[in-house]
């Protein structure tokens, strides 16, 4: 089945600085890279997602890139803010069905 | 409009006992997946429902089950406890055949003593 990693574990980071974090699948036919964000006691929140038919999409601050040959995809957050800190998901799925998460990223931004 | 709800926000269980938990889909939603998520790790899938069926199960024991009602909501029910079911429980619902991102509730803390 597949499988999804998750770098680094921890991140932490300058307010205005950027961070990146990366993913790996394994799964060939994943077709489907949503990135959730989770607060504290909170539920993930979809942030920003990518399907395998496209290379890069931008929303504001954020920015997801997916190289389907090295089956890779990363989350590019620019000019850090201090509520961007929290734990950060990404996952992959076929078709929409079960998301299949990595192991998160805690994102910590000092102002 | 509201977002997926989930009850109830906590709940104290002790080994052997039996557990309910309730998720009511985002408005215009008819498919609901089920997510564990373990301190500290991603969610792992349960299972999805759509059309009162599971459609799709994860790598979970029969302990774990489910239903789904005519309005869409969504019943989750575990077995038999273990101490190792302590674990935040995530409900997900989306539109089938969408193309639409699952939307996530704020899920149920489950502590077994």
């Known amino acids: 089945g597949e499988n999804v990693e998750q770098h680094p574990s921890t991140l932490s980071v300058q307010e205005g600085d950027s961070a990146v974090i990366k993913c790996t699948y394994s799964?060939?036919?994943?077709?489907?890279f949503p990135w959730y964000k989770q607060e504290l006691g909170k539920g993930p929140q979809l942030i920003i997602d990518i399907r395998s038919n496209v290379g890069e999409k931008k929303d504001q601050r954020i920015a997801v890139t997916l190289n389907k040959t090295a089956k890779h995809f990363s989350l590019h957050i620019t000019e850090t803010q201090p509520e961007d800190s929290a734990v950060y998901f990404c996952a992959a799925s076929k078709g929409f069905q079960k998301l299949v998460f990595g192991t998160g990223t805690r994102l910590l931004v000092s102002p | 409009d509201a977002g997926v709800t989930q009850s109830p926000t906590h709940l104290i269980k002790t080994r052997g006992q039996q557990v309910t938990l309730r998720c009511s889909p985002k408005?215009?939603?008819?498919?609901v997946s089920w997510y564990q998520q373990a301190l500290g790790q991603g969610p792992q899938f349960i299972f999805q429902?759509?059309?009162?069926?599971?459609?799709q199960r994860g790598n979970f024991p029969d302990r774990f089950s489910g239903h789904q009602f005519p309005n869409y909501s969504s019943e989750l029910n575990v077995n038999a406890l273990l101490l190792g079911d302590s674990a935040l429980y995530l409900c997900a619902s989306s539109r089938q055949l969408s193309n639409q991102p699952q939307h996530f509730g704020d899920g149920t803390r489950l502590s077994i003593l």
């Open positions: 408005s215009g939603h008819d498919t």
């Open positions: 429902y759509y059309e009162e069926e599971e459609r």
């Open positions: 799964d060939s036919a994943s077709n489907y």
